[in-house]
């Protein structure tokens, strides 16, 4: 048996035999004559079957971060400066298939040289020219394969075109060569329930069939197991997942204090029918202005909102605001280009030069909110100074809205929770923003996994700064971020006074279970011993020795 090693960004332990992912369409060798029409007809019939099978998955797609990625995906396929490129060298005399080679190469060195964000999206580029490529030549799509029994998918990386399709009843595990803990992998793989491991490179040499188990924790793969330890690996997971569902109710410590463990969502979708949730503890919004010129009416909106508040009734939800720019660009917002986006106008700096979109937006949810009997709290992403969290509640209660706070994403704004909190009734930290800003370490960047890991001292640091200050001021401080899914995190936060933790519907069972297993006072002990920690590693072991 061999043993590999990756980074686990999906919980769960999965053991199937290996399938890969199936390869690229072969590129015919090009014609040395073309008909220019009817080679520029092909392209077009390419494109309008790409998108149209894209935007039927996206439709289709059974959670709102799939959707949103594979929407992404369209609009690449549909952008007209490709198009221009794909004609201009058909007008060289390539046919349909290599002119989308070439013109896709062109995106993928600008998308390479700018780095960050679209640096990551090259994989979904190469994704895109695969697909354009079969259509041309009207092969199968080439993606994810159907062996006819459930497998554990091998790949170098995934595109969401791959991802989002998934199905966790066939697909048990994921373990891929390439890609990072915020990778699109990583997310979907997470909200669909899947384990997965990634960076993984050796995980290539394995051959299709063979027995491999992943465990999604800690990272570890085995290669060349034997029947029985595969199914008793599968049939451990199978009755841990089953423990866990049973087990139902609000958040509490095993001496009861409590802790409201609340969904992250895109929209009603990610509701998953039969979990039942405390709450939703971040709504994020940024789903209804995805794929537009003009952002959603008023009426689009309060629609939008109605049905969410609709499915939670009595029950808290957390809207969070527009977060626009850098890592969610939004092509209606005409913003300008900027050398550093994830440092540039995005979040609530969007308000400073479109005001009418907040104002819109806040009207919008003061209207569904007063429809229903839904808790409506409402809160700002990118907040950096106490002046921006003041400005942003006077708006809240100028539309009647009661409950407003500020998520903490910035160093600036821990470093001054407390007098951040003078004017808001909540903080949320968002670990994913407030990991990237503290390392200065783009949260897309796979490579930096070490830096944006939340067991990171000056993190915690930073965490514990924000609930002592809620703390003080009697207001609560929950965590939306990520690192709020990872059980033994989860201790750590209520240790240092998070009153709330909010996560992937599918993750709660496991943070609920780990609270239920351990005081309030054990948590606060972990805690210090977290905090007293040099290092990452240091840090986990206080927790789990
Ligand atoms: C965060 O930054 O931790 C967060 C929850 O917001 P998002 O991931 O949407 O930026
Ligand atoms: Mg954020």
Same mark, same amino acid.
């Given at each position: 048996?061999?043993?590999?090693?990756?980074?686990?960004?999906?919980?769960?332990?999965?053991?199937?035999?290996?399938?890969?992912?199936?390869?690229?369409?072969?590129?015919?060798?090009?014609?040395?004559?073309?008909?220019?029409?009817?080679?520029?007809?092909?392209?077009?019939?390419?494109?309008?079957?790409?998108?149209?099978?894209?935007?039927?998955?996206?439709?289709?797609?059974?959670?709102? #971060?799939?959707?949103?990625?594979?929407?992404?995906?369209?609009?690449?396929?549909?952008?007209?400066?490709?198009?221009?490129?794909?004609?201009?060298?058909?007008?060289?005399?390539?046919?349909?298939?290599?002119?989308?080679?070439?013109?896709?190469? *062109?995106?993928?060195?600008?998308?390479?040289?700018?780095?960050?964000?679209?640096?990551?999206?090259?994989?979904?580029?190469?994704?895109?020219?695969?697909?354009?490529?079969?259509?041309?030549?009207?092969?199968?799509?080439?993606?994810?394969?159907?062996?006819?029994?459930?497998?554990?998918?091998?790949?170098?990386?995934?595109?969401?075109?791959?991802?989002?399709?998934?199905?966790?009843? &066939?697909?048990?595990?994921?373990?891929?060569?390439?890609?990072?803990?915020?990778?699109?992998?990583?997310?979907?793989?997470? %909200?669909?329930?899947?384990?997965?491991? &990634?960076?993984?490179?050796?995980?290539?040499?394995?051959?299709?069939?063979?027995? &491999?188990?992943?465990?999604?924790?800690?990272?570890?793969?085995?290669?060349?197991?034997?029947?029985?330890?595969?199914?008793?690996?599968?049939?451990?997971?199978?009755?841990?997942?089953?423990?866990?569902?049973?087990?139902?109710?609000?958040?509490?410590? @095993?001496?009861?204090?409590?802790?409201?463990?609340?969904?992250?969502?895109?929209?009603?979708?990610?509701?998953?029918?039969?979990?039942?949730? *405390?709450? &939703?503890? !971040?709504?994020?919004?940024?789903? !209804?202005?995805?794929?537009?010129?003009?952002?959603?009416?008023?009426?689009?909106?309060?629609?939008?909102?109605?049905?969410?508040?609709?499915?939670?009734?009595?029950?808290?939800?957390?809207?969070?605001?527009?977060?626009?720019?850098?890592?969610?660009?939004?092509?209606?917002?005409?913003?300008?280009?900027?050398?550093?986006?994830?440092?540039?106008?995005?979040?609530?700096?969007?308000?400073?030069?479109?005001?009418?979109?907040?104002?819109?937006?806040?009207?919008?949810?003061?209207?569904?909110?007063?429809?229903? #009997?839904?808790?409506?709290?409402?809160?700002?992403?990118?907040?950096?100074?106490?002046?921006?969290?003041?400005?942003?509640?006077?708006?809240?209660?100028?539309?009647?809205?009661? %409950?407003?706070?500020?998520?903490?994403?910035?160093?600036?704004?821990?470093?001054?929770?407390?007098?951040?909190?003078?004017?808001?009734?909540?903080?949320?930290?968002?670990?994913?923003?407030? /990991?990237?800003?503290?390392?200065?370490?783009?949260?897309?960047?796979?490579?930096?996994?070490?830096?944006?890991?939340?067991?990171?001292?000056?993190?915690?640091?930073?965490?514990?700064?924000?609930?002592?200050?809620?703390?003080?001021?009697?207001?609560?401080?929950?965590?939306?971020?990520?690192? @709020?899914?990872?059980?033994?995190?989860?201790?750590?936060?209520?240790?240092?006074?998070?009153?709330?933790? /909010?996560?992937?519907?599918?993750?709660?069972?496991?943070?609920?279970?780990?609270?239920?297993?351990?005081?309030?006072?054990?948590?606060?002990?972990?805690?210090?011993?977290?905090?007293?920690?040099? %290092?990452?590693?240091?840090?986990?072991?206080?927790?789990?020795?």
């Amino acid at each position: 048996m061999a043993d590999l090693q990756g980074i686990g960004v999906s919980p769960g332990r999965a053991a199937g035999p290996v399938h890969r992912l199936a390869p690229p369409p072969p590129l015919p060798p090009a014609p040395a004559v073309i008909d220019i029409d009817a080679e520029r007809s092909r392209a077009r019939a390419a494109v309008a079957t790409v998108t149209s099978a894209l935007s039927e998955r996206a439709d289709a797609a059974a959670d709102a #971060t799939a959707a949103e990625v594979l929407r992404a995906q369209v609009l690449m396929a549909a952008d007209e400066t490709l198009l221009d490129a794909v004609d201009t060298a058909i007008d060289g005399g390539a046919d349909a298939p290599h002119a989308f080679v070439a013109a896709l190469a *062109e995106h993928r060195a600008a998308f390479e040289a700018a780095g960050g964000y679209l640096a990551e999206r090259v994989s979904d580029l190469d994704d895109l020219r695969d697909r354009l490529v079969a259509a041309c030549l009207g092969l199968p799509m080439p993606g994810v394969p159907s062996p006819g029994h459930p497998f554990i998918l091998v790949a170098r990386d995934l595109a969401p075109a791959d991802t989002a399709g998934l199905d966790p009843s &066939v697909v048990l595990g994921l373990i891929t060569a390439e890609g990072g803990p915020t990778s699109h992998t990583a997310i979907l793989a997470r %909200t669909l329930g899947i384990p997965a491991v &990634v960076r993984c490179g050796a995980v290539l040499d394995i051959a299709d069939g063979v027995l &491999v188990s992943l465990d999604g924790s800690s990272g570890a793969v085995a290669a060349g197991l034997s029947d029985a330890s595969a199914k008793s690996v599968n049939d451990a997971q199978r009755a841990l997942l089953d423990r866990r569902s049973a087990s139902a109710g609000p958040g509490a410590t @095993a001496d009861g204090h409590p802790v409201a463990l609340l969904a992250n969502i895109g929209s009603a979708r990610d509701l998953p029918a039969g979990v039942d949730v *405390e709450g &939703v503890g !971040l709504f994020r919004t940024e789903l !209804l202005y995805l794929d537009r010129t003009e952002p959603p009416s008023f009426e689009e909106q309060v629609a939008a909102y109605q049905q969410v508040f609709a499915a939670l009734p009595g029950r808290k939800v957390v809207v969070r605001t527009l977060d626009a720019g850098a890592d969610k660009p939004l092509p209606f917002l005409r913003l300008a280009d900027e050398p550093n986006p994830a440092l540039g106008i995005r979040g609530l700096r969007v308000a400073r030069a479109t005001p009418a979109v907040l104002d819109t937006q806040l009207s919008a949810i003061a209207a569904a909110a007063a429809a229903s #009997t839904a808790d409506v709290w409402v809160m700002a992403p990118m907040v950096a100074t106490a002046a921006e969290a003041a400005a942003f509640a006077a708006s809240c209660r100028d539309h009647g809205l009661r %409950t407003a706070g500020v998520m903490i994403e910035v160093p600036a704004a821990a470093l001054r929770a407390g007098t951040v909190l003078r004017d808001v009734d909540f903080l949320s930290i968002g670990t994913n923003d407030l /990991s990237q800003y503290t390392f200065a370490a783009d949260r897309m960047c796979g490579d930096l996994a070490d830096l944006l890991d939340p067991w990171q001292p000056a993190l915690i640091s930073l965490i514990a700064a924000c609930a002592t200050a809620g703390r003080e001021a009697g207001k609560p401080v929950g965590v939306c971020g990520e690192s @709020a899914a990872d059980p033994d995190f989860a201790l750590v936060l209520v240790g240092l006074g998070i009153t709330s933790l /909010s996560m992937a519907a599918r993750s709660i069972p496991a943070v609920r279970e780990a609270l239920a297993a351990h005081t309030h006072d054990e948590c606060v002990q972990f805690a210090k011993a977290a905090l007293a920690a040099d %290092t990452p590693t240091a840090a986990r072991a206080a927790v789990r020795p």
